[in-house]
């Protein structure tokens, strides 16, 4: 940033410069940041490929404490300098369950809504079977002799009335 008034340069970044003699240094170390940059420096020696699932991989054990922007911006930098296909990098992430890392906001909010509807289809669908579990029990217990019909309809009447509003399409 410059400013008008002092004609100087406020703030001093460092700039690194990878040389590919050094990036295979970059990749043993554990660091992400390091392997980014390995992924940068032109190595005729490195295998671009195993350097992604490298990267892939740290990702995801860091991933419990990583923001949503660190992810973006390491997928980003993936994308400005990997050098394999597209289709490779789908596998790759595929390969270390890194394939919800999103690029934009929309694929942020649309993968958060597809963690929840599983997490909310799986609760509902254990729901569900412990509910037609209760009542083949009891259907079990009137058959046996234990319940009388009676019985049997007024322990099954409430759960068939759950199982109805959990059923898709009579809810709400």
Partial sequence: M?????????????????????????IRKHSLMCKLLALKADDKNTDPEELIREIYKTTA????????????????????????????LRRIKKEVKMELIETTITEHYINQGKIEGKIEGKIEGEKIGKIRGQIETFENLCLQGILTKKQFE??????????????PGNGE
Avoid: C
């Avoid at 340069?9 to 460092?14: L, S």
């Avoid at 860091?62 to 994308?79: D, F």
């Avoid at 409430?158 to 959990?166: C, F, H, N, V």
């Fill in 2 to 26: 410059f400013l008008d008034t002092y004609r100087k340069q406020f703030f001093h970044f460092d700039v690194i410069k990878v040389k590919a003699e050094k990036s295979s240094d970059l």
């Fill in 61 to 88: 054990q860091m991933k419990a404490i990583l923001s949503n922007e660190q992810l973006l911006l390491t997928e980003q930098w993936v994308g400005a300098y990997k050098k394999v296909s597209n289709h490779s």
């Fill in 154 to 167: 007024e322990f099954v009447s409430p759960l068939r009335m759950q199982l109805t509003l959990l059923l």
